[in-house]
């Protein structure tokens, strides 16, 4: 079974800096591809980021302009998304996701992937 688990967001000013991770609580997810969305108020679901299970790619949303860096630690059963220099439009709130195709014609596509955390809000003061 798995369970993920987000933590990391809160308030912060423009500028500044998150780190989100996401917890499998209930087992390894080192066969996964991992990623994550952000849905901000009124908006659909946005694809963020997706690491390979295997560590050895990452894919961004073309709307993500490198301030985004995806990592996971197997070890860990963790991913996490570092955010750099934020932006009042990344207020969101950011959601984990695993299991889906790597593929980047579809990886994007919120309802390709199998598993989906409760979410966790970034709130960006201007």
């Known amino acids: 079974q798995v369970q993920l688990v987000e933590s990391g967001g809160g308030l912060v000013q423009a500028g500044g800096s998150l780190t989100l991770s996401c917890v499998n609580s209930?087992?390894?997810?080192?066969?996964?591809?991992m990623g994550w969305f952000r849905q901000a108020p009124g908006k659909e679901r946005e694809f963020v980021a997706a690491v390979k299970w295997s560590g050895s790619s990452t894919f961004y949303g073309e709307s993500i302009k490198g301030r985004f860096t995806i990592s996971r630690a197997d070890a860990k059963n963790t991913i996490s998304l570092q955010i750099n220099s934020l932006e009042p439009e990344d207020t969101a709130v950011y959601y984990c996701?695993?299991?889906?195709?790597?593929?980047?014609?579809?990886?994007?596509?919120?309802?390709?992937?199998?598993?989906w955390g409760q979410g966790t809000q970034v709130t960006v003061s201007s």
């Open positions: 996701a695993a299991d889906a195709p790597w593929t980047q014609v579809t990886m994007t596509i919120p309802r390709v992937w199998r598993y």
């Open positions: 209930k087992r390894t997810f080192s066969d996964y591809n």
